[in-house]
Each structure stands twice: as structure tokens, then as C-alpha cells.
T-cell receptor, first 111, second 114 residues
């Protein structure tokens, strides 16, 4: 069993819809939670970073962490075709330490 | 400001040759990470440098892989006697210090071993 599980998709949604992404993890030692966006042939771009249970909002993006269930989510409101990319969850056990990544979910927002 | 830069962007080599990949972290970032991204394996940690501390090499897949970080800045990842299974995108990331887990990635080096 992988430490971090993420549905590979693809997830196809119409423009303007809410995109819902999630990851589950197995080790309660994980304390830091991140979401990255990766366009084809580009490096991952940090979208959201949190280290506590609850919600964190930034513009159209909301990250949600439930440590008791070992479940993290990312919601994208008012999705745009430019949001079409692969979204990676990344989890760390301690500050300044290596990240463990989910396999990524490919998202396609259709105009 | 300038982000993490990597060179070359693409590298094609023959099986058995050695390759060197370079990473320039964001200025002022003391932590530097190498990851590998390949089909079917996702993004895997390779090695981590933090200041003058001994690097965490726990992710290096074999002794053919090594990395250096000179002067606390630029890093070079070396793969000796390359194999076809080494073909992947090699990504470098940096972060500000030990108390910060926000890692910023470079564009990667796409390595193809023929």
C-alpha cells in the first residue's frame, strides 16, 4: 500500500464547475499538507500549504485537511480551461523534510 | 524574482555513460531537494541538503547516483553508468530553511537513456 493514495483520473468537468480532488494517507506522522499544480512538461507549482486540520482558502482554491480521517481535499471553484493540469498532493512529516507525493490527478476543464 | 533553475532541460545519453544534472536554488534558500518523476512511479524523493548538515541520501536508488552541493548553493546530481530505467524527469526544489516546508520546484531535466 502506498503512503499516499490519489485517484489518477482523468477528471473532466465543464467550465465554471467545482473541481473536487482528494488524497488519503496512511501514516498519522504526516503533519504538513500541500497541493501542487503541474502543467505538461513543467515543474510542479505550489498552490496551497497547510499544517492543521480545517479549511484554508486562497482565491478560487480551498484546501481541506481532516487528520482524524487522514484525508485531504482541494476544491477549485469557477473552474477555467487554464486549470487543466495534473494536481499533486504532497505530504511531509516534519518541517524542512522530504515530501511524499500522491500519483497526481489529471484534470480537464472543458470550455 | 528568479525561481529554481535547472540545466540542461533535456539530456539524451547512451546506456553506460555518466550524466551530470545541475540545479540553482532560489537565492537565500538553504534547503535543496532532488526528486525523480517517472511514468508509473510518480514523484520520488532522492536526496536532501540542509545547510552544512550531512545530506539525507535515503532516496537514492543505487550507488550509481550521487549528489553534491557546493558552497551551500548550486547542486549537481550525477548518475554513473546510466541505465534505461534511469530515464525520467529529474526535479530540483528548494525551501527557505528547516522551519519551512514550502518547496519550490524547478522546471526539471528530462533524461532519456537510449
Amino acid at each position: 500500500q502506498k503512503e499516499v493514495e490519489q485517484d489518477p483520473g482523468p477528471l473532466s468537468v465543464p467550465e465554471g464547475a467545482i473541481v473536487s480532488l482528494n488524497c488519503t494517507y496512511s501514516n498519522s506522522a504526516f503533519q504538513y499538507f500541500m497541493w501542487y499544480r503541474q502543467y505538461s512538461r513543467k515543474g510542479p507549482e505550489l498552490l496551497m500549504y497547510t499544517y492543521s486540520s480545517g479549511n484554508k482558502e486562497d482565491g478560487r482554491f480551498t484546501a481541506q485537511v481532516d487528520k482524524s480521517s487522514k484525508y485531504i481535499s482541494l476544491f477549485i471553484r469557477d473552474s477555467q480551461p487554464s486549470d487543466s493540469a495534473t494536481y499533486l498532493c504532497a505530504i511531509g512529516k516534519a518541517a524542512g523534510n522530504k515530501l511524499t507525493f500522491g500519483g497526481g490527478t489529471r484534470v480537464l476543464v472543458k470550455p | 524574482g528568479a525561481g529554481v533553475s535547472q540545466s540542461p532541460s533535456n539530456k539524451v545519453t547512451e546506456k553506460g555513460k555518466d550524466v551530470e544534472l545541475r540545479c540553482d536554488p532560489i537565492s537565500g534558500h538553504t534547503a535543496l531537494y532532488w526528486y525523480r518523476q517517472s511514468l508509473g512511479q510518480g514523484l520520488e524523493f532522492l536526496i536532501y541538503f540542509q545547510g552544512n548538515s550531512a545530506p539525507d541520501k535515503s532516496g537514492l536508488p543505487s550507488d550509481r547516483f550521487s549528489a553534491e552541493r557546493t558552497g551551500g548553493s548550486v547542486s549537481t546530481l550525477t548518475i554513473q553508468r546510466t541505465q534505461q530505467e534511469d530515464s525520467a524527469v529529474y526535479l530540483c526544489a528548494s525551501s527557505f530553511d528547516r522551519g519551512d516546508n514550502e518547496q519550490f520546484f524547478g522546471p526539471g531535466t528530462r533524461l532519456t537513456v537510449l
